[in-house]
């Protein structure tokens, strides 16, 4: 099975602060990654899929990009409303679909 | 607009089994699949496995196979995930999401139910 390794597992930044997490899957990946993010008590919400393309609705400021094995999502101008947890999740290769741990950011 | 209503909380004792729905609205429920997603307490993301809404077709996770059952029912637009022999590490919030594959799983999931809550304790 891929094994998706994010980093940091969890970060600290301030209002406005440019903020990026890694992902890092075991093996070949191609751009096959999406990226979720889930506030506080809440269910998992698609950002980005194909490592790059933002989900309808997504707010601009989120980006991605990567290919192969490593994976960056990024968010420009931290806004207090993207607290929360995001996962990166390897998919349309040959099942399981594994997530990455997660990585924490708190203001 | 796409909605996946899930079955409410659940309280089980070790070695009972559940069943939990998730009934889908907003979209052509055949055209697209489910899969099922779990997350422990303080814990990331576990995926389950996956069923086609087009032909029922199941993929299980390896972990799980031999306990878990995924069905439909496209009458109602219906999917249900049965877990057997629960043991308290079961206890977890379970999601239905939406699949975009039609006979394959796919692994993107771009609408998800509200999470069901399955207690396992004696």
């Known amino acids: 099975d891929i094994q998706m390794t994010q980093s940091p597992s969890s970060l600290s930044a301030s209002v406005g602060d440019r903020v990026t997490i890694t992902c890092r899957a075991s093996?070949?990946?191609?751009?096959?990654v999406a990226w979720y993010q889930q506030k506080p008590g809440k269910v998992p919400k698609l950002l980005i899929y194909?490592?790059?393309t933002l989900q309808s609705g997504v707010p601009s400021r989120f980006s991605g990009s990567g290919f192969g094995t490593d994976f960056t999502l990024t968010i420009n101008s931290l806004q207090p409303e993207d607290v929360a947890t995001y996962y990166c999740?390897?998919?349309?290769?040959?099942?399981?679909?594994?997530f990455g741990q997660g990585t924490r950011v708190e203001i | 607009q796409v909605q996946l209503v899930q079955s409410g909380s659940e309280v089980k004792t070790p070695g009972a089994s559940v069943k939990v729905s998730c009934k889908a609205s907003g979209y052509t429920f055949t055209m697209d699949s489910i899969s099922w997603v779990r997350q422990a307490p303080g814990e990331g993301l576990e995926w389950m496995g996956w069923i086609s809404g087009y032909n029922g077709n199941t993929y299980y996770a390896e972990k799980f196979q031999g306990r878990v059952t995924m069905t439909t029912d496209t009458s109602t637009n219906t999917a249900y995930m049965e877990l057997t022999s629960l043991r308290s590490d079961d206890t977890a919030v379970y999601y239905c999401?939406?699949?975009?594959?039609?006979?394959?799983?796919?692994?993107?999931?771009?609408?998800w139910g509200q999470g069901t809550l399955v207690s396992v304790s004696s």
């Open positions: 093996q070949d990946s191609v751009n096959y």
């Open positions: 999740q390897k998919y349309n290769s040959a099942p399981p679909w594994t």
């Open positions: 194909a490592a790059s």
């Open positions: 999401a939406r699949d975009s594959g039609i006979v394959a799983t796919i692994g993107k999931f771009d609408y």
